[in-house]
């Protein structure tokens, strides 16, 4: 059946403009349908090859994760890095296992979930009590200067660096007596 019908169209394999005689042609030569159906057909291969790898991947993830003792691989494959950083952290101590024999090395499931999960750290120093300071038993920051011998900067810097507690009353700062002179040895 022939048509009278001309419509511009762009082939959809090269993109130039042609005069189709349907309204449904989509190529403008046969050459060009040609090519177009292989790439169709060369997509979906592809489509599917990546399919396919999406589940041979996963795969091996999910029965990683329905284990309770994995493997220094398994571990890496869990946690996307080498087996030489699982063995850091195996002899670094951050890490607990279990070696079963030579290439016998065995880590807990729960082992790996407590490393994103660490335990709350006590702290290596606990507070002491501070007794708070008396007036009577301190300085003004002028007086210990003075004591000290030393320029404002100076005795500042001093008293930093040995954490010399510091008490504000009005518009005063102390420090305490004792530990002034326990640093000039006096």
Same mark, same amino acid.
Do not use: W
């Given at each position: 059946?022939? #048509?009278?019908? !001309?419509?511009?169209?762009?082939?959809?394999?090269?993109?130039? *403009?042609?005069?189709?005689?349907?309204?449904?042609t989509?190529?403008?030569?046969?050459?060009?349908?040609?090519?177009?159906?292989?790439?169709?057909?060369?997509?979906?291969?592809?489509?599917?090859?990546?399919?396919?790898?999406?589940?041979? +991947?996963?795969?091996?993830?999910?029965?990683?994760?329905? !284990?309770?003792?994995?493997?220094?691989? *398994?571990?890496?494959?869990?946690?996307?890095?080498?087996?030489?950083?699982?063995?850091?952290?195996?002899? #670094?101590?951050?890490?607990?296992?279990?070696?079963?024999?030579?290439?016998?090395?065995?880590?807990?499931?729960?082992?790996? *979930?407590?490393?994103?999960?660490?335990?709350?750290?006590?702290?290596?120093?606990? *507070?002491?009590?501070?007794?708070?300071?008396?007036?009577?038993?301190?300085?003004?920051?002028?007086?210990?200067?003075?004591?000290?011998?030393?320029?404002?900067?100076?005795?500042?810097e001093?008293? !930093?660096?040995?954490?010399?507690?510091?008490?504000?009353?009005?518009?005063?700062v102390?420090?305490?007596?004792?530990?002034?002179? +326990?640093?000039?040895?006096?």
């Amino acid at each position: 059946m022939s #048509s009278n019908i !001309k419509v511009q169209r762009v082939c959809q394999y090269c993109g130039k *403009d042609f005069e189709a005689r349907t309204t449904v042609t989509k190529f403008c030569s046969t050459d060009c349908a040609r090519r177009g159906y292989k790439e169709r057909i060369r997509k979906g291969k592809i489509a599917k090859s990546e399919e396919e790898m999406k589940v041979v +991947k996963s795969k091996p993830l999910n029965e990683i994760q329905a !284990k309770s003792y994995l493997t220094v691989g *398994d571990v890496a494959t869990l946690l996307q890095s080498s087996e030489q950083a699982i063995y850091d952290m195996i002899n #670094s101590g951050r890490l607990a296992a279990t070696n079963l024999g030579i290439r016998k090395t065995r880590i807990l499931r729960a082992d790996i *979930d407590k490393l994103f999960n660490p335990p709350k750290m006590k702290p290596m120093i606990q *507070d002491v009590p501070v007794k708070p300071l008396r007036i009577s038993d301190c300085y003004t920051i002028a007086e210990a200067e003075y004591v000290s011998g030393m320029s404002s900067k100076a005795f500042y810097e001093l008293i !930093k660096k040995h954490n010399v507690r510091k008490m504000k009353q009005g518009k005063f700062v102390y420090v305490p007596k004792k530990e002034i002179h +326990k640093l000039f040895n006096k």
